[in-house]
């Protein structure tokens, strides 16, 4: 005989559903009426919102992609910045001045290693 209280039906497609439409667990369980501890405590709860979660995850990402491809100056400086390790800040180089910045003008004026200056100049 088992014991204590018969496990509650839970409706894990619409768990699922509602994780993808980014849900807290705690909107969730009041929405299908079932206690927040389920989510720890039932496996098949807690695997659920996580698929719910992941395919929210994996939307934002093709559309932030497909906003970048089409165009979007922002959406490309961000997935700059969250993927390629973009910034606003130069890293700083050798000889650099006094705010860790190498002036444009010093770059451009330095020769390349096997050519000298003058191979540049007119005359």
């Given at each position: 005989?088992?014991?204590?209280?018969?496990?509650?039906?839970?409706?894990?497609?619409?768990?699922?559903?509602?994780?993808?439409?980014?849900?807290?667990?705690?909107?969730?369980?009041?929405?299908?009426?079932?206690?927040?501890?389920?989510?720890l405590n039932?496996?098949?709860?807690?695997?659920?919102?996580?698929?719910?979660?992941?395919?929210?995850?994996?939307?934002?990402?093709?559309?932030?992609?497909?906003?970048?491809?089409?165009?979007?100056?922002?959406?490309?400086?961000?997935?700059?910045?969250?993927?390629?390790?973009?910034?606003?800040?130069?890293?700083?180089?050798?000889?650099?001045?006094?705010?860790?910045?190498?002036?444009?003008?010093d770059m451009?004026?330095?020769?390349?290693?096997?050519?000298?200056?003058?191979?540049?100049?007119?005359?």
């Amino acid at each position: 005989m088992p014991r204590g209280r018969p496990k509650k039906v839970i409706d894990l497609e619409a768990v699922e559903e509602l994780a993808a439409e980014g849900n807290t667990q705690a909107d969730i369980a009041d929405a299908l009426d079932f206690a927040r501890g389920n989510f720890l405590n039932r496996k098949d709860v807690r695997a659920a919102y996580v698929r719910g979660v992941s395919q929210m995850r994996l939307r934002l990402r093709h559309w932030q992609v497909q906003a970048a491809q089409s165009g979007n100056i922002q959406m490309l400086i961000w997935l700059g910045r969250q993927y390629l390790g973009q910034s606003d800040t130069p890293a700083p180089m050798e000889n650099d001045n006094d705010n860790g910045v190498q002036p444009l003008v010093d770059m451009l004026m330095k020769p390349a290693p096997d050519r000298d200056i003058k191979d540049f100049e007119d005359g």
